[in-house]
């Protein structure tokens, strides 16, 4: 029953697609729209990875400019490729040749097109750094800032430039790739210079619209779905109290992660799953009823330090809901206990390639 209640939304939210685009799926954005739709509508779910081809828990490109791409801690442990490559363009806004991470640039965009030709989907955060205290993208110390960068603002020019840089960088990737970006995420919490309580709902939106203005008008940059991620852990109210608007927004996102802190594993996961289900309860009823795909965004388990995470924790409650993908974060090559995904030889890699193996589960 709940599949086909789960084929039924997602049909209609195909159609409604299709009528709503004047000319349906003749750009390459139309058939990205339509590739994630169609996911939903089969019950399928694309599983993706930040950062895959660059590091994992214990390597790193070495040579960046002649590397293969073809090492994946995804790979090793599954066989395949992420379906979804996720990289972050922090650092592009100041004219770094490497991201917050230090992934170099240049091998961010030869990856973002490998991965594209060998089938993949590619998806854009960005952790830009504070442009009006000049701190990174966690510094709150002011909450001027969002308003610093709007019309009127202080830094408006300034601002210009880095929305700017990360212009080029997404054009230089080839402006009929369609790509995902997933700007001034986690915006109802307040760990970022563009969180909740760090500007008003109304300084927020128009600091996502300018973004996309610039982007799609200024720049033409057509090739881009536009993802809104608020942070879990809040209500329908709050998680839509900051959305730009059906114009600027094709897929909901949400970022949820499971944090153990005091808890044993199990009482963890039994919130993290209590936490997941309520909110794509609500997010996939919200995005139907606009008619725009879903994603879970960011999730994960730091360091995976429960045995069958992906099985017993993830797996059945994603399964029961019409998303897109999902996308667990990165294996920090130079932080041991900073990893989202298992590597080869880790103890409990099997339950990943479990999760793998489930036939709604899509990899490359
Ligand atoms: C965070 C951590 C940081 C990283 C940032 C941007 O969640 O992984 O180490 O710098 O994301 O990728």
Not at 156 to 174: M, P
Request: net charge negative.
């Amino acid at each position: 029953m709940k599949r086909i209640l789960i084929l039924i939304a997602a049909l209609t939210a195909i159609t409604a697609c299709d009528n709503r685009n004047k000319k349906p799926m003749d750009t390459p954005k139309d058939l990205l729209v339509h590739r994630l739709f169609e996911y939903s509508a089969a019950g399928q779910i694309a599983y993706g990875h930040q950062d895959d081809l660059f590091y994992g828990h214990n390597w790193v490109v070495s040579d960046p400019e002649n590397d293969q791409l073809d090492r994946s801690d995804v790979k090793d442990v599954a066989g395949a490729y992420p379906m979804i490559l996720g990289c972050d363009l922090g650092g592009i806004e100041m004219g770094w040749e490497e991201n917050l991470d230090g992934v170099p640039f240049d091998l961010m965009r030869r990856a973002a097109l490998k991965q594209i030709e060998r089938g993949g989907i590619v998806t854009f955060s960005w952790h830009p750094r504070n442009p009006l205290t000049g701190g990174d993208a966690w510094d709150i110390s002011s909450d001027q800032v969002v308003k610093s960068v709007i019309k009127g603002g202080e830094k408006v020019n300034e601002f210009r430039t880095w929305l700017k840089r990360a212009a080029d960088f997404i054009e230089s990737i080839g402006p009929d790739v369609p790509i995902i970006f997933r700007p001034w995420h986690e915006n109802i919490g307040s760990w970022f210079w563009w969180g909740g309580k760090l500007c008003s709902p109304e300084e927020y939106q128009e600091l996502f619209r300018m973004t996309w203005l610039y982007f799609t008008k200024e720049r033409g940059l057509t090739n881009i779905l536009w993802c809104y991620s608020p942070n879990g852990d809040v209500n329908p109210q709050e998680y839509m109290s900051r959305y730009p608007g059906d114009d600027f927004i094709d897929i909901f996102g949400v970022d949820i992660y499971e944090y153990i802190g005091e808890m044993t594993t199990e009482e963890a996961g039994v919130l993290y799953q209590e936490n997941l289900r309520r909110t794509l309860t609500f997010v996939t009823t919200i995005a139907s009823d606009h008619k725009k795909i879903v994603c879970l965004s960011e999730t994960g388990l730091e360091g995976l330090i429960d045995p069958t995470w992906w099985t017993e924790t993830l797996y059945p409650v994603i399964s029961d809901f019409a998303i897109s993908y999902v996308l667990t974060w990165r294996n920090a090559y130079d932080k041991p206990t900073h990893f989202y995904a298992p590597w080869k030889g880790f103890e409990w890699a099997d339950d990943f390639k479990q999760f793998t193996e489930k036939e709604n589960i899509v990899l490359l």
